[in-house]
T-cell receptor, first 114, second 115 residues
Framework: GNSVTQMEGPVTLSEEAFLTINCTYTATGYPSLFWYVQYPGEGLQLLLKATKADDKGSNKGFEATYRKETTSFHLEKGSVQVSDSAVYFCALSDDGGATNKLIFGTGTLLAVQP | DTAVSQTPKYLVTQMGNDKSIKCEQNLGHDTMYWYKQDSKKFLKIMFSYNNKELIINETVPNRFSPKSPDKAHLNLHINSLELGDSAVYFC??????????????FGPGTRLLVL
């Protein structure tokens, strides 16, 4: 079945460092891909998304490109801030849109130190 | 304006009890979902309703019974609570089908602790 694999955390960075969180997927068809962020004690917020190959999603300085050839959707940010500390989830929308079911990766905890 | 809201935010109860969690969305969406997040932060879909019709029913104990009285509400009733039911339960909503944006929007979660 379809699945998402994320790099394990925690990822600990100093402020202004470059961030990469790897995400690869296995899917039949052409799923949409998402990054969601969960700040401490809160629910999930959509960070960015891409719906087809070579699309780049971007928001708040974060970017991810839908790479069909490598089945990847890595999250990047050029300069992280303490306020970016959160758990980041990569997800795909399963089953061609029939039910819009989201399949999540295991989440990656990012801790940014001042 | 809260888009997807859940009540209660926290729920502490004894094993064997029956409890309900409520979810409401004011985004005009036609599809709602329940997800469970375990202690390791892993998220998994449980149920989904589209226009009050059940469309996703993952392998979940039948002690869990969702109910959607209308498109804007999706409740989750849990019978005979067990220790392993302790988790954070997230409600989400979206459009489904057609040319509409299908991004799911999540509620703040209900933190259930079974003692």
């Amino acid at each position: 079945g379809n699945s998402v694999t994320q790099m394990e955390g925690p990822v600990t960075l100093s402020e202004e460092a470059f961030l990469t969180i790897n995400c690869t997927y296995t899917a039949t068809g052409y799923p949409s891909l998402f990054w969601y962020v969960q700040y401490p004690g809160e629910g999930l917020q959509l960070l960015l998304k891409a719906t087809k190959a070579d699309d780049k999603g971007s928001n708040k300085g974060f970017e991810a490109t839908y790479r069909k050839e490598t089945t990847s959707f890595h999250l990047e940010k050029g300069s992280v801030q303490v306020s970016d500390s959160a758990v980041y989830f990569c997800a795909l929308s399963d089953d061609g849109g029939a039910t819009n079911k989201l399949i999540f990766g295991t989440g990656t905890l990012l801790a940014v130190q001042p | 304006d809260t888009a997807v809201s859940q009540t209660p935010k926290y729920l502490v109860t004894q094993m064997g009890n029956d409890k309900s969690i409520k979810c409401e969305q004011n985004l005009g969406h036609d599809t709602m979902y329940w997800y469970k997040q375990d202690s390791k932060k892993f998220l998994k879909i449980m149920f989904s309703y589209n226009n009050k019709e059940l469309i996703i029913n993952e392998t979940v104990p039948n002690r869990f019974s969702p109910k959607s009285p209308d498109k804007a509400h999706l409740n989750l009733h849990i019978n005979s609570l067990e220790l392993g039911d302790s988790a954070v339960y997230f409600c989400a909503s979206s459009f489904l089908g057609g040319l509409r944006e299908e991004t799911q929007y999540f509620g703040p979660g209900t933190r259930l602790l079974v003692l």
